[in-house]
């Protein structure tokens, strides 16, 4: 069964440095999102991204973040510096372009920084 | 402002138990609804969803919920709990965007 792959499982890093979090959508999927999950809150949404560009995003996704679809497979976060508060567990998400479909995410990468 | 609201923080039931979890919808029309769990440490697997038709939908591992426009609600039901459904649950809603919207979460817990 396809599935949405996210690498690393879990990344540590000082505050300030950038980050960037991989994904890989399930293969006829046309819509990509990031959600964030800081421990022991709900899920957040972050951002969509269709056609090689977003199409929506959160008041959380500022200036810091951004997202790229660097080629036919890959779809990335970038936290630019990142802060202490951007720890959090961040799952990646794909579906069709219906309307009336489910998305399906992927095991999430649990980022701390330190 | 649109919502998911899931009142229930934690739940124990017995193992062989029924369980329902609930959750609450504000939307300005009907939404597309889905249950999600959430295993410790690993993402978050679709459990049932609703887009239209049949107010009743059956979903994996003996999942079902009934979507009451009457109430705004999306309830989760199992008619007997097993010791691996242990785990958090999750409600969430979209409308004609492609954004979820979640719950906060309701984490089972199941006696032996």
């Known amino acids: 069964e396809p599935e949405v792959t996210q690498t690393p499982s879990h990344q540590v890093t000082q505050m300030g440095q950038e980050v960037i979090l991989r994904c890989v959508p399930i293969s006829n999927h046309l819509y990509f999102y990031w959600y964030r999950q800081i421990l022991g809150q709900k899920v957040e949404f972050l951002v969509s991204f269709y056609n090689n560009e977003i199409s929506e995003k959160s008041e959380i996704f500022d200036d810091q973040f951004s997202v790229e679809r660097p080629d036919g497979s890959n779809f990335t976060l970038k936290i630019r510096s990142t802060k202490l508060e951007d720890s959090a567990m961040y799952f990646c998400?794909?579906?069709?372009?219906?309307?009336?479909?489910?998305?399906?995410f992927g095991q999430g990468t649990r980022l701390t920084v330190v | 402002a649109q919502s998911v609201t899931q009142p229930d923080i934690h739940i124990t039931v017995s193992e062989g138990a029924s369980l329902e979890l609930r959750c609450n919808y504000s939307y300005g029309a009907t939404p597309y609804l889905f249950w999600y769990v959430q295993s410790p440490g690993q993402g978050l697997q679709l459990l049932l969803k609703y887009f239209s038709g049949d107010t009743l939908v059956q979903g994996i591992k003996g999942f079902e919920a009934e979507f009451k426009r009457s109430q705004s609600s999306f309830n989760l039901r199992k008619p007997s709990v097993h010791w691996s459904d242990a785990a958090e649950y999750f409600c969430a809603g979209k409308d004609s965007s492609y954004k979820l919207i979640f719950g906060s979460g309701t984490r089972l817990l199941v006696r032996p």
């Open positions: 998400a794909s579906s069709r372009p219906d309307k009336n479909t489910e998305a399906f």
